[in-house]
């Protein structure tokens, strides 16, 4: 079991949810990501995500958009962002999650990039960008890592799909929770606990929830259908206006569990 799943599991162990944030690398300047990694491992996170700029961010919303637009106009790249995380190891000790877009990898070099994470003490991956058929040579080069390759099944997934992609998984398995962009969200569709408590079953690694979570209530009610959830945008947001505290909220709102009536 690779560290990133022994830790979600250890949250749950202990009546808690996961809580993994996601913030862009570089948005507010580079020497700043430390800080804020910092920050969000005082408030309690499960693992931080840490988003890498890319031109064409396809499956984000206008928040990440545009702090990828922020952290790019500084000259931040895949490869400064891995060696500015290099240099926080020894102080920042939750996992770490890549995001990234399959094109900076592939500029990088698949075993340049994979060496590079493990310098850097990453520990898990997800490009949303490359599907299940085209991951096997990138795959293989994590396989001998403790770096977790982090797949995403959507709703419109059938059970067999979900299935294959959920075999492949390691640490958790990414359960979008939106058929779209990344973004907050005031509704989610009238299926989405029993969609989840579906992939559920069907996975044996954790599953956490991600995509429009945005608030300590959707944070509570995704939670108590799966192993934790993933919040981005708003956690983007909140470091962009510097308004830290609603950061600390989102973080103990996966502590309380609250059983949700369908």
Known sequence: MKTLEKRIRECNDEGKKAFVPYMMAGDGGLGKLKEKLLFLQEAGVTAIEIGIPFSDPVADGEAIQQAGARALADGVTLRNVLEELERCKGEVTVPLVVMTYLNPVLAFGVPQFVEACKQAG?????????????????????????????????????????????????????????????????????????????????????????????????????????????????????????????????????????????
């Open 122 to 262: 990453i520990n898990g991956l997800i490009i949303p960008d490359l599907p299940l058929e085209e991951s096997v040579p990138l795959r293989n080069e994590l396989r001998e890592t403790d770096i977790a390759w982090i797949p995403l099944v959507s709703l419109t997934s059938p059970d067999e799909r979900i299935a294959r992609i959920a075999e492949s998984a390691e640490g958790f398995l990414y359960a979008v929770t939106v058929n779209g962009i990344t973004g907050a969200r005031n509704d989610f569709r009238e299926d989405i606990y029993s969609h989840l408590q579906r992939v559920k079953r069907i996975c044996t690694v954790p599953v956490l929830a991600g995509f429009g979570i945005s608030t300590p209530t959707q944070v509570r009610e995704m939670g108590n259908h799966t192993d934790g959830v993933i919040v981005g945008s708003a956690i983007v947001e909140a470091f962009h206006r510097d308004e830290l505290e609603k950061i600390r909220e989102l973080v103990k709102a996966s502590v309380v569990k609250v059983e949700i009536v369908n």
